[in-house]
Protein backbone atom coordinates (compact mmCIF):
# COMPACT_ATOMS: atom_id res chain seq x y z
CA UNK A 1 0.00 0.00 0.00
CA UNK A 2 1.20 3.52 -0.77
CA UNK A 3 2.55 5.27 2.17
CA UNK A 4 3.61 2.12 4.33
CA UNK A 5 7.14 0.78 4.17
CA UNK A 6 8.33 -3.02 4.16
CA UNK A 7 7.35 -3.37 8.28
CA UNK A 8 3.55 -2.86 7.79
CA UNK A 9 3.82 1.19 9.51
CA UNK A 10 1.98 3.48 8.08
CA UNK A 11 4.08 6.59 7.02
CA UNK A 12 2.46 9.37 8.12
CA UNK A 13 3.54 12.57 6.22
CA UNK A 14 3.63 15.72 8.20
CA UNK A 15 3.10 19.15 8.37
CA UNK A 16 6.94 20.75 8.73
CA UNK A 17 6.06 23.94 11.57
CA UNK A 18 7.94 26.92 10.23
CA UNK A 19 10.80 28.04 12.97
CA UNK A 20 10.31 31.09 14.82
CA UNK A 21 11.09 34.64 12.85
CA UNK A 22 12.53 37.84 14.65
CA UNK A 23 11.70 41.18 12.98
CA UNK A 24 13.38 44.33 13.89
CA UNK A 25 11.99 47.64 12.53
CA UNK A 26 11.73 51.05 13.43
CA UNK A 27 9.46 51.51 16.22
CA UNK A 28 5.82 50.93 16.98
CA UNK A 29 3.67 52.46 14.23
CA UNK A 30 5.64 49.77 12.26
CA UNK A 31 4.83 46.76 14.23
CA UNK A 32 1.60 47.89 14.28
CA UNK A 33 1.37 47.79 10.55
CA UNK A 34 2.95 44.81 10.26
CA UNK A 35 0.53 42.87 12.52
CA UNK A 36 -2.30 44.00 10.77
CA UNK A 37 -1.01 42.60 7.54
CA UNK A 38 -0.39 39.26 9.13
CA UNK A 39 2.97 39.00 8.96
CA UNK A 40 4.40 36.54 11.69
CA UNK A 41 7.54 36.62 13.67
CA UNK A 42 8.22 38.44 17.04
CA UNK A 43 8.05 42.14 16.53
CA UNK A 44 11.41 44.27 18.16
CA UNK A 45 10.77 47.75 17.85
CA UNK A 46 14.68 49.46 17.69
CA UNK A 47 13.24 52.66 18.76
CA UNK A 48 16.26 55.10 19.06
CA UNK A 49 16.62 58.82 17.34
CA UNK A 50 20.05 58.31 17.51
CA UNK A 51 20.23 61.91 15.10
CA UNK A 52 20.37 63.23 18.50
CA UNK A 53 22.71 62.67 21.58
CA UNK A 54 26.44 61.52 21.82
CA UNK A 55 26.54 57.87 20.22
CA UNK A 56 29.93 56.09 22.01
CA UNK A 57 32.17 54.09 19.17
CA UNK A 58 31.48 50.61 20.79
CA UNK A 59 31.23 47.25 19.53
CA UNK A 60 29.08 46.64 22.54
CA UNK A 61 25.22 47.12 22.99
CA UNK A 62 25.22 47.85 26.49
CA UNK A 63 27.64 50.66 26.47
CA UNK A 64 25.79 52.32 23.35
CA UNK A 65 22.76 51.74 25.36
CA UNK A 66 24.33 53.45 28.33
CA UNK A 67 25.02 56.49 26.73
CA UNK A 68 22.44 57.02 24.75
CA UNK A 69 19.90 56.45 28.35
CA UNK A 70 21.52 59.05 29.96
CA UNK A 71 21.09 61.57 27.31
CA UNK A 72 17.42 60.59 27.03
CA UNK A 73 16.93 60.65 30.78
CA UNK A 74 18.12 64.41 31.17
CA UNK A 75 16.59 65.42 27.82
CA UNK A 76 12.88 64.57 28.99
CA UNK A 77 13.06 64.38 32.05
CA UNK A 78 12.36 60.51 32.82
CA UNK A 79 14.37 58.52 35.57
CA UNK A 80 17.63 56.81 34.56
CA UNK A 81 16.47 53.77 35.47
CA UNK A 82 13.25 53.58 33.49
CA UNK A 83 15.04 54.57 30.10
CA UNK A 84 17.75 52.16 31.15
CA UNK A 85 15.34 49.24 31.80
CA UNK A 86 13.92 49.96 28.30
CA UNK A 87 17.14 49.67 26.22
CA UNK A 88 18.28 46.81 28.43
CA UNK A 89 14.91 44.82 27.52
CA UNK A 90 15.46 46.29 23.56
CA UNK A 91 18.80 44.48 23.61
CA UNK A 92 17.90 41.39 25.53
CA UNK A 93 15.66 40.90 22.65
CA UNK A 94 18.00 40.93 19.58
CA UNK A 95 21.02 38.96 21.45
CA UNK A 96 18.88 36.00 21.65
CA UNK A 97 19.02 36.03 17.65
CA UNK A 98 20.14 32.38 17.30
CA UNK A 99 17.00 31.25 18.71
CA UNK A 100 15.12 32.54 15.82
CA UNK A 101 15.57 30.68 12.40
CA UNK A 102 16.04 33.89 10.48
CA UNK A 103 16.17 37.40 11.01
CA UNK A 104 14.17 39.72 8.80
CA UNK A 105 15.39 43.85 9.27
CA UNK A 106 12.50 46.59 7.90
CA UNK A 107 13.68 49.92 7.36
CA UNK A 108 12.25 52.96 5.63
CA UNK A 109 15.12 55.23 3.84
CA UNK A 110 15.35 58.54 5.75
CA UNK A 111 17.68 59.27 8.67
CA UNK A 112 16.21 58.22 11.49
CA UNK A 113 15.65 54.69 9.92
CA UNK A 114 19.06 54.78 8.21
CA UNK A 115 20.83 55.02 11.31
CA UNK A 116 19.36 52.65 13.49
CA UNK A 117 19.72 50.30 10.22
CA UNK A 118 23.82 50.91 10.54
CA UNK A 119 23.41 50.23 14.25
CA UNK A 120 21.75 46.55 13.61
CA UNK A 121 24.11 45.45 10.84
CA UNK A 122 27.15 46.64 12.88
CA UNK A 123 26.43 44.86 15.38
CA UNK A 124 25.33 41.39 13.16
CA UNK A 125 28.94 41.87 11.41
CA UNK A 126 29.90 40.67 14.62
CA UNK A 127 27.84 37.89 14.89
CA UNK A 128 29.64 35.07 13.88
CA UNK A 129 27.45 32.86 11.23
CA UNK A 130 24.85 34.59 11.21
CA UNK A 131 22.37 33.06 8.54
CA UNK A 132 18.91 33.36 7.67
CA UNK A 133 19.32 37.56 8.03
CA UNK A 134 17.82 39.42 5.81
CA UNK A 135 16.80 42.69 4.43
CA UNK A 136 13.90 44.82 3.41
CA UNK A 137 14.71 48.37 2.09
CA UNK A 138 11.47 50.50 2.04
CA UNK A 139 11.27 53.44 -0.39
CA UNK A 140 8.08 54.67 1.88
CA UNK A 141 6.96 55.16 5.48
CA UNK A 142 6.19 51.48 7.03
CA UNK A 143 3.52 52.94 9.85
CA UNK A 144 1.70 54.17 7.18
CA UNK A 145 1.30 51.04 4.86
CA UNK A 146 -1.79 48.69 3.22
CA UNK A 147 -1.93 45.80 4.37
CA UNK A 148 -1.01 44.41 0.74
CA UNK A 149 1.92 46.81 0.08
CA UNK A 150 3.46 45.39 3.36
CA UNK A 151 3.25 41.83 2.05
CA UNK A 152 4.03 42.98 -1.21
CA UNK A 153 7.49 44.19 0.55
CA UNK A 154 8.11 41.15 2.48
CA UNK A 155 8.47 39.18 -0.92
CA UNK A 156 10.74 41.31 -2.15
CA UNK A 157 13.49 40.77 0.45
CA UNK A 158 17.52 39.57 0.18
CA UNK A 159 19.66 38.30 1.68
CA UNK A 160 22.06 40.67 3.91
CA UNK A 161 25.22 40.13 1.81
CA UNK A 162 28.34 40.84 3.20
CA UNK A 163 29.13 44.06 1.12
CA UNK A 164 26.24 45.55 3.21
CA UNK A 165 27.45 44.20 6.19
CA UNK A 166 30.99 45.81 5.73
CA UNK A 167 29.56 48.72 4.44
CA UNK A 168 27.37 49.44 7.36
CA UNK A 169 30.21 48.62 9.75
CA UNK A 170 31.98 51.06 8.22
CA UNK A 171 29.30 53.97 7.82
CA UNK A 172 28.44 53.44 11.99
CA UNK A 173 32.49 53.42 12.47
CA UNK A 174 32.31 56.52 10.56
CA UNK A 175 29.11 58.15 12.53
CA UNK A 176 30.37 57.59 15.95
CA UNK A 177 34.10 58.32 14.95
CA UNK A 178 35.06 61.93 17.33
CA UNK A 179 35.15 64.32 14.04
CA UNK A 180 32.98 63.98 10.97
CA UNK A 181 35.43 63.70 8.66
CA UNK A 182 34.87 59.72 7.68
CA UNK A 183 31.41 60.45 7.59
CA UNK A 184 31.29 63.23 4.80
CA UNK A 185 33.26 60.82 2.65
CA UNK A 186 30.83 58.44 2.73
CA UNK A 187 28.21 60.48 2.86
CA UNK A 188 30.22 62.11 -0.46
CA UNK A 189 29.96 58.72 -2.04
CA UNK A 190 27.09 56.27 -3.46
CA UNK A 191 26.43 52.80 -1.47
CA UNK A 192 24.45 50.64 -4.12
CA UNK A 193 23.82 47.94 -1.59
CA UNK A 194 22.20 50.41 0.85
CA UNK A 195 21.11 52.95 -1.59
CA UNK A 196 19.28 55.50 1.05
CA UNK A 197 22.54 55.66 3.28
CA UNK A 198 24.66 58.62 1.09
CA UNK A 199 21.35 60.87 0.82
CA UNK A 200 20.68 60.56 4.99
CA UNK A 201 24.31 61.29 6.36
CA UNK A 202 24.25 63.89 3.61
CA UNK A 203 21.12 65.02 5.56
CA UNK A 204 22.80 64.17 9.31
CA UNK A 205 25.89 66.77 7.98
CA UNK A 206 23.24 69.72 7.31
CA UNK A 207 22.31 69.52 11.30
CA UNK A 208 26.56 71.07 11.79
CA UNK A 209 25.87 74.96 12.19
CA UNK A 210 26.34 76.73 9.12
CA UNK A 211 29.47 78.91 8.38
CA UNK A 212 27.95 82.39 9.38
CA UNK A 213 24.97 82.18 10.95
CA UNK A 214 25.67 79.02 12.86
CA UNK A 215 22.32 77.57 12.52
CA UNK A 216 21.16 73.96 11.74
CA UNK A 217 19.31 73.12 8.36
CA UNK A 218 16.22 72.26 11.14
CA UNK A 219 16.62 75.88 12.73
CA UNK A 220 17.02 77.59 9.58
CA UNK A 221 13.73 76.19 8.57
CA UNK A 222 12.23 77.24 12.31
CA UNK A 223 13.04 80.97 11.91
CA UNK A 224 12.31 80.94 8.27
CA UNK A 225 8.79 80.23 9.13
CA UNK A 226 8.39 82.98 11.81
CA UNK A 227 10.14 85.79 9.05
CA UNK A 228 6.07 86.55 8.37
CA UNK A 229 5.07 86.87 11.75
CA UNK A 230 3.94 84.07 15.31
CA UNK A 231 2.88 81.04 14.72
CA UNK A 232 2.03 78.06 17.23
CA UNK A 233 4.50 75.05 17.50
CA UNK A 234 2.18 72.63 16.32
CA UNK A 235 1.69 74.40 13.08
CA UNK A 236 5.77 75.22 12.57
CA UNK A 237 6.30 70.97 13.89
CA UNK A 238 3.92 70.20 11.04
CA UNK A 239 5.72 72.30 8.30
CA UNK A 240 9.23 72.26 9.05
CA UNK A 241 8.76 68.38 8.75
CA UNK A 242 6.74 68.60 5.68
CA UNK A 243 9.97 69.84 3.82
CA UNK A 244 12.41 66.99 4.26
CA UNK A 245 12.00 64.91 0.99
CA UNK A 246 12.59 61.88 3.62
CA UNK A 247 11.04 62.84 6.16
CA UNK A 248 12.81 61.89 9.57
CA UNK A 249 12.24 64.49 12.53
CA UNK A 250 9.33 63.24 15.12
CA UNK A 251 7.99 65.99 17.41
CA UNK A 252 10.36 65.27 20.36
CA UNK A 253 13.88 66.03 18.52
CA UNK A 254 12.10 69.24 16.72
CA UNK A 255 10.76 70.18 20.85
CA UNK A 256 14.42 70.04 21.49
CA UNK A 257 15.73 71.81 18.49
CA UNK A 258 12.83 74.91 20.03
CA UNK A 259 14.37 74.35 23.24
CA UNK A 260 17.91 75.33 21.97
CA UNK A 261 16.49 78.16 20.05
CA UNK A 262 14.39 79.66 22.83
CA UNK A 263 16.74 79.43 26.09
CA UNK A 264 19.87 80.40 24.50
CA UNK A 265 22.00 83.08 26.25
CA UNK A 266 21.14 85.31 23.17
CA UNK A 267 17.31 83.69 22.52
CA UNK A 268 16.04 83.44 19.19
CA UNK A 269 12.93 82.78 19.52
CA UNK A 270 10.82 83.63 22.15
CA UNK A 271 7.10 82.54 23.06
CA UNK A 272 7.59 78.86 25.16
CA UNK A 273 6.76 78.07 28.29
CA UNK A 274 8.60 76.03 29.33
CA UNK A 275 11.68 73.23 28.12
CA UNK A 276 10.77 69.99 27.00
CA UNK A 277 11.85 68.22 29.58
CA UNK A 278 9.69 69.75 31.61
CA UNK A 279 7.09 67.54 30.56
CA UNK A 280 8.67 64.66 32.27
CA UNK A 281 7.65 61.95 29.95
CA UNK A 282 9.71 59.91 26.95
CA UNK A 283 6.38 59.32 25.36
CA UNK A 284 5.39 62.60 25.67
CA UNK A 285 1.74 61.48 25.19
CA UNK A 286 -0.68 64.61 25.21
CA UNK A 287 -2.32 64.97 28.48
CA UNK A 288 -3.90 67.49 29.81
CA UNK A 289 -2.99 68.48 33.47
CA UNK A 290 -4.14 71.16 36.11
CA UNK A 291 -3.54 74.72 35.24
CA UNK A 292 0.37 75.65 35.11
CA UNK A 293 1.10 71.88 35.26
CA UNK A 294 3.51 71.48 31.67
CA UNK A 295 1.86 69.49 29.02
CA UNK A 296 2.86 68.48 25.69
CA UNK A 297 -0.74 70.24 24.70
CA UNK A 298 0.15 73.34 26.34
CA UNK A 299 3.86 73.39 24.75
CA UNK A 300 2.25 72.13 20.83
CA UNK A 301 -0.08 75.10 21.36
CA UNK A 302 2.56 77.78 22.28
CA UNK A 303 2.74 80.42 19.91
CA UNK A 304 6.30 81.45 19.04
CA UNK A 305 7.86 84.83 17.41
CA UNK A 306 11.13 85.62 16.14
CA UNK A 307 13.76 87.84 18.12
CA UNK A 308 16.42 90.12 16.59
CA UNK A 309 18.94 87.79 17.24
CA UNK A 310 16.48 85.13 15.58
CA UNK A 311 16.65 87.46 12.64
CA UNK A 312 20.24 88.31 12.17
CA UNK A 313 21.25 84.84 12.21
CA UNK A 314 18.66 84.11 9.20
CA UNK A 315 20.78 86.99 7.37
CA UNK A 316 24.44 85.60 8.51
CA UNK A 317 24.79 88.64 11.08
CA UNK A 318 24.28 86.39 13.87
CA UNK A 319 26.23 83.52 14.52
CA UNK A 320 24.32 81.56 17.07
CA UNK A 321 26.71 78.46 17.04
CA UNK A 322 29.02 80.63 18.59
CA UNK A 323 27.67 83.51 20.21
CA UNK A 324 25.54 80.88 22.07
CA UNK A 325 28.14 78.36 22.79
CA UNK A 326 25.86 75.74 20.58
CA UNK A 327 27.15 72.41 21.81
CA UNK A 328 25.34 69.26 20.66
CA UNK A 329 26.47 65.85 19.47
CA UNK A 330 26.60 64.13 15.88
CA UNK A 331 26.97 60.75 16.78
CA UNK A 332 30.11 60.34 18.25
CA UNK A 333 31.42 64.58 17.49
CA UNK A 334 31.21 66.43 20.19
CA UNK A 335 30.28 70.09 18.74
CA UNK A 336 31.21 72.83 21.08
CA UNK A 337 32.85 76.04 21.43
CA UNK A 338 36.86 75.24 20.75
CA UNK A 339 35.64 72.13 18.45
CA UNK A 340 33.09 74.01 16.68
CA UNK A 341 32.70 72.01 13.05
CA UNK A 342 30.45 73.31 10.52
CA UNK A 343 28.65 72.29 6.96
CA UNK A 344 28.12 74.39 3.86
CA UNK A 345 24.77 73.36 2.66
CA UNK A 346 25.64 75.39 -0.91
CA UNK A 347 28.56 73.34 -1.74
CA UNK A 348 28.44 70.34 0.76
CA UNK A 349 31.65 71.18 2.16
CA UNK A 350 32.94 70.34 5.78
CA UNK A 351 34.53 73.14 7.76
CA UNK A 352 37.15 71.87 10.36
CA UNK A 353 37.28 74.16 13.33
CA UNK A 354 39.96 76.77 13.75
Not at 254 to 260: I, Q
Not at 293 to 312: C, D, H, M, N, V
Amino acid sequence: MAGEPFGGERVVEREEMPMPKLIVTNGDAATDRLKAAGIAGHLLPWQDMLHDGPVPASTLLDEVSDARAEFLAEALGRPFDDVRADFAHRDAQIDVHGAYNEVELWFEHDLFDQLQLIQVLHYFSHEPDRMGLFLIQASHYLGMMEKDAMRALETARTPVSAVQLETAHSAWEAFTAPTPMRLAALAAEDHPSLPYLAPALRRLLAELPAPRSGLSLTEERILSLLTDGPARVAKVFGAVHSMDEAQFLADLPFFLRLDGLAFAHEPLIEGLPYRTCDCGTLSFAPEDGSAGEPTYRAYASAEISLTKAGAAALKGRFDHACANAVERFIGGTHVMAGAMWRYDRATRELIAPN
